[in-house]
């Protein structure tokens, strides 16, 4: 069983960039799928973006695409969301998930979460 730590989040201006960072312990972040997702006040949980930590297969949100970028460093057992050109409405918390219920997108199919990290992104 995987655990997950979220850190990196912040407050930002709009335009401004944050990098996230997923560090994983108890298994390989190479036997997972790890994604980020992200809730704001009163709204679902939403997909940002996954990896495939063995082959480091991505695919993103459209609403992200182009501006974050998911990556990961199997050495370190870390998972990466570098985020550019931020803007206000990208304001929620952002999650670490893992699953190894092959490619999947929704957040209902990961097991592991981590505790979230909040990023404020201010006009």
């Known amino acids: 069983q995987v655990q997950l730590v979220e850190s990196g989040g912040g407050l930002v201006q709009a335009g401004g960039s944050l990098r996230l960072s997923c560090t994983a312990s108890?298994?390989?972040?190479?036997?997972?799928?790890l994604g980020w997702f992200r809730q704001a006040p009163g709204k679902e949980r939403e997909f940002v973006a996954t990896?495939?930590?063995?082959?480091?297969?991505?695919r993103y949100a459209d609403s992200v695409k182009d501006r974050f970028t998911i990556s990961r460093d199997n050495t370190k057992n870390t998972v990466y969301l570098q985020m550019s050109s931020l803007k206000p409405e990208d304001t929620a918390v952002y999650y670490c998930?893992?699953?190894?219920?092959?490619?999947?997108?929704?957040?209902?199919?990961?097991?592991?979460w981590g505790q979230g990290t909040q990023v404020t992104v201010s006009s």
């Open positions: 998930a893992a699953t190894q219920r092959g490619w999947t997108l929704p957040a209902r199919n990961y097991d592991y």
């Open positions: 108890g298994r390989a972040i190479s036997t997972y799928l």
């Open positions: 990896i495939n930590g063995e082959t480091g297969n991505t």
